[in-house]
């Protein structure tokens, strides 16, 4: 779109034999237009560009460094108040949200923690009591993942933001796409739960409680690596967004809708909110689960509870067997940053 | 001053015998006072509160993680445009800086550079153009201190925040304070450059140089360590600052103005810009060389280019011998967030 209409500029100018000092306002609105946003190309795109330029990234959930005998985990997310913490989000609940996250990308890769770095910045009226519990939140969450807090900083900012670092060790990482055909796809526990949580005000509904105070699986990834599974990464992005994300050139999945476990109580809550259940499912995430493939032989001994959503085919798309018995093929559609409203 | 107030309206309370309505909004008006915001207490403060709330903690200037035979070293700091990046800075700059700074907590502790992740949040309005310059600055700041990009992760915020984490090894890592009594003190290159380059818009200056692409002193941390440096610090806050966060009980620190190498060409700078040059060597900082102790003999042999500026004392306090012969005190001033303005 742009650089047809840029071609059509030029031809413009071309057919006016433009030499006068017109020109530069003309080539100024060229340049604006040939000047991408990062909101033109979308936050997936932003990351491949990094990634294609350093050699050494693992595209995965985490960084894995080989280190001695092992390998050394290493993950970073930040979160930023005005687009990660839900309004009715306490400071307790950001600062136990912003190790959560980090843990998270640990179990995807079956790793055991090691340590956690907190790079906060605030805004210098906050209350010195609510920094106090986003910190306790931070400290609360470190225990509850056996994650001890090995450094921190702050900075002044106009709005919370919380970079977290978090580290780990793993002999054999668990990554986004060793499954066979015929491998079963699973969770770890129940999906969509967070998603319609951000849509309800009522603080002790359970889909809240999931919006607003997700857990990291870190047990269940430790778990999930010895007992065999060929590939996991949690789900942030939504469950349509992390399969394309583990999805490789030849196979495809199946989805049955019946095994996804909706109630019916979610579904009226979604239809009397006007909303598509579906979609509150599959393409909004923040539920932090663990979506793996395992064999069916593995499975039947993992000392975990999980849900079967799927097997893997070799069909190349990723498909949803609906209740009614159709298929459709899933939307590659997610919760992404920059892309224009 | 908060509480003189809280008691004298809570005086004017009991006097009135108020048990109305008002009552409300009066007791509004004392939370209101009695809620000290972080300005009020400063970034100090702020960490040691987090410091003194998790024991796994080093106090020093980058994490210490005991993992097989060594010590894992981490680090992270986050840079936020309005704050940390002169208007003057380009894009490439700005990505080049945020890997300096991580790095260089790792020269602090004499470390060997591991892997670096990349946070950043970016405006979506923001041209892929700068975008890419900053990954280019980020990439080539990597090449330059043998550290691998190994992850990253973006973001949409309103300006530019770019958090990163440096993680390297260290089989001994040099503290902050294990120097003793007539051990020299010493910089591993000029100071104040970076804080006179702020105030001067002529880019082709050399201390405008050094504030926009400063470098960090990763070889001559390991030198440092390998030559037996009894501490190390990097001097970020200024001199001054880095100087009260080295010292420990019953332990002092001369200073002689006469070794600071401060020219004739830097004093008549500040003082056009009528500047005192001593609080610009001593209170601004972003200089990110290496501040660090030693003995004499060990300082005899040292590989690198350095400058003894002082030697430690007993005295229990920091002072400084002026050119004129005076000693004063200095001043424990630095660049610090959050001070009211």
Redesign the interface.
Known sequence: MLFILLDYMILFLRQLKFIQRQNLFILKVILIFM???????G?KE??R???A??????PDD????P??NSN?I?????L?Q??HFPKNMSYYDMGFKSVTVNVSDLAAMGAKP??F?????????????N??EI?GGV?KA?DYYSI???????????EI?I?G?A?GLCDNPLMKNNYKKDDLIAITGDIGLAALGFEIDDLDSIYVKHALRPKARINEGQILKKYGATSATDITDGLASELYEIKKDGFGFMIHEELLGITDEYKNLASNLNLDYLDLVFHIGEDFELLFTISKENLEKLPIEYKVIGIVSDSDVIELTLENGFVEQIKNKGYE??V?E
């Open positions: 000047s991408l946003k990062v909101s033109d190309i936050e932003l990351v560009y990094i990634i330029n350093s050699k050494k990234i693992t985490a960084a894995i460094t280190f001695y050394l290493s993950t970073c997310d930040m930023i005005s687009r090691l340590g770095l907190l790079s906060m910045a605030i805004p210098k009226n906050l209350e010195v009591d920094f106090k910190v400290l470190c001890p807090l090995i450094g921190g900083d702050t900075n002044e900012a106009s933001i970079s670092t580290l940053h920059y224009g």
